[in-house]
């Protein structure tokens, strides 16, 4: 278990004149982040108890595929960043903004590569450049620099004295030449004071919106790179788990050979949710994870992991290896393996509509409403209660958002989504199966996480 202590930036852009060259200010605010881990646990350390057995067998299964889809992966370099930072500064310009605002975080990540403070000053890319800046208390402004952050320039940082008004230092930057009021967007993971501070001193405040929002939205090869072997890897490392399973068995158990499996091929889970038999009715859990595994349960996983800071989010709802494929009655007649068998295969039959709806210039409404009319049209509506998916990148759950309400959102060559249509019948099962998915130019679109389901026995 380790922490890392981090100074938190902003980020910020002016419109362009057309004599000069156009400028696009991003300022960092400082401030602290906290990042922690777990250490990795030495397989050959565990005793050879049952989950010392499974554990092991797991880890095994997974490392001997030789991991051949993390070859996908490679980290975003330098010139990445200056084009995200670049198109922000388009699309600031495209909405009439002077800057873009951001703390550390998610977003702050994607533009400078958290682990660091940035400002641009200026790189010619394009017609238009991104001229980032970090707004930082003087003392901490040597600090800043050491970051390292992906820009090709000394970083430009705006300072304060502790006993100044950082607002005001802002504001009073020959940035803004003679606007009265710059216009700044801040990102939604702004914290609400600072948004009030800026609003009060003297800057017109915008949420996070438009053009703006669209800029992560759209992915590059190299980002697919990572999310197809991020996603393709957490859904193999299911695989291989499920392939060890033994009776009784708890969640919690199961859990922690999860993560130990995918960290062992270099991923870092970040959440797992695992639920046996009627548990699973409950989409997102809730029970103490101390149930034990029986046969004739299903198994629903929903688990999600880090690679170069992409996200993977993907479900496998499956039988145990344990239970026999037929007949289905000795241990287990309170349970009707029929309807389950069927429901499995309707939500895949849902998934696969979905993936057909994926298309460029569909709106996100459509896409949903092509998975929820399959489930409807089986009598199963009212078990289907959430949205069919959502954007993914950096961030687990990004927009576009694929609900039946957001005829807003219109697919594009590039954009990221989960389809994840799931039927929950309460205090008996639920299935839900979750893969990942880019759009493209043509036709359907492609899956990023290692193939579908293709059946309960074959996750
Ligand atoms: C970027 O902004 C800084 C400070 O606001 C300014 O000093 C610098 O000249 C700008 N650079 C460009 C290329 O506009
Ligand atoms: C981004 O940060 C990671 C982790 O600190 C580092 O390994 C990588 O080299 C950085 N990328 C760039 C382009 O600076
Ligand atoms: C089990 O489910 C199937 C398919 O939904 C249904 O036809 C059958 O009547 C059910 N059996 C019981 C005992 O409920
Ligand atoms: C999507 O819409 C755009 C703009 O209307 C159009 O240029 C493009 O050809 C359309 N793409 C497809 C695949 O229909
Ligand atoms: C998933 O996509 C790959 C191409 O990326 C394709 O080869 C494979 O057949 C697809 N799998 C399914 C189940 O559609």
Same mark, same amino acid.
């Given at each position: ?52 057995r ?29 084009l ?13 903004? &002077? ?17 660091q ?36 320039k ?9 006993h ?46 438009? #053009? ?46 999860? &993560? ?16 046996f038999? #009627? ?58 393996i029929?309807e ?9 039959s849902?998934?696969?509509?979905s993936?057909?709806?994926?298309v ?5 409404a ?50 990221m ?43």
């Open positions: 278990m380790g922490r890392k202590l981090l100074p938190l930036p902003a980020i910020s852009t002016s419109p362009p004149s057309k004599h000069r060259t156009p400028r696009y200010l991003i300022y960092f605010f400082l401030g602290l982040l906290f990042l922690t881990w777990n250490g990795i646990i030495d397989p050959s350390s565990v005793a050879l108890s049952s989950k010392g499974f554990q092991k067998c797991s880890i095994d299964r997974y490392l001997s595929t030789g991991l051949p889809f993390l070859d996908t992966a490679h980290p975003p370099p330098l010139q990445e960043f200056i995200r930072r670049n198109n922000l500064a388009q699309a600031l310009v495209d909405d009439g903004i &002077d800057a873009f605002v951001v703390e550390p975080g998610y977003t702050f990540s994607y533009y400078a590569n958290t682990s403070f940035d400002w641009e000053p200026w790189e010619e890319y394009g017609s238009i450049v991104a001229n980032t800046s970090f707004l930082v208390p003087h003392f901490e402004e040597i600090r800043a620099r050491l970051l390292n952050m992906p820009f090709i000394p970083i430009s940082t705006m300072t304060y004295e502790e100044w008004d950082p607002y005001t230092t802002l504001w009073e930057s020959l940035i803004w030449g003679d606007k009265l009021s710059p216009v700044l967007m801040v990102d939604e993971e702004m914290r609400d004071f600072i948004s009030r501070g800026l609003a009060n001193n003297g800057f017109t405040v915008l949420g996070l919106g438009g #053009r703006v929002e669209e800029v992560h939205q759209i992915k590059t090869e190299r980002e697919i790179g990572i999310l197809r072997a991020v996603n393709t890897g957490t859904v193999e490392a299911i695989r291989a788990m499920r392939k060890c399973l033994y009776p009784d068995v708890t969640s919690n158990e199961v859990v922690e050979v999860l &993560d130990n499996t995918l960290r062992a091929g270099g991923l870092t889970p970040f959440f797992n949710i695992v639920e038999g #009627r548990q699973a009715a409950l989409p997102h859990g809730g029970h103490d994870g101390t149930t034990k595994l029986q046969s004739g349960d299903f198994i629903l996983i929903d688990v999600g992991a880090h690679l170069y800071g992409y996200s993977s989010d993907v479900t496998r709802t499956f039988f145990p290896p344990f239970f026999p494929r037929s007949p289905f009655t000795p241990q287990t007649p309170r349970k009707n029929t389950q068998i069927s429901v499995w295969h309707l939500v895949l849902a998934q696969s509509a993936v057909k709806a994926m460029p210039n569909a709106t996100a459509s896409v949903d409403i092509a998975a929820r009319n399959v489930i409807a049209a089986a009598g199963y509506g009212d078990q289907f209660a959430h949205r069919l998916g959502h954007g993914i990148g950096i961030k687990a759950h990004e927009s576009p958002y694929l609900n039946k309400g957001n005829y807003v959102s219109v697919l594009k060559p590039g954009m989504f989960t389809s994840e249509p799931g039927v929950y019948v309460l205090e008996e099962f639920g299935v839900r199966h979750e893969d990942v998915l880019v759009v493209r130019e043509e036709g359907e679109a492609e899956n990023l996480s290692g193939g579908f389901a293709e059946g309960p026995w074959d996750p």
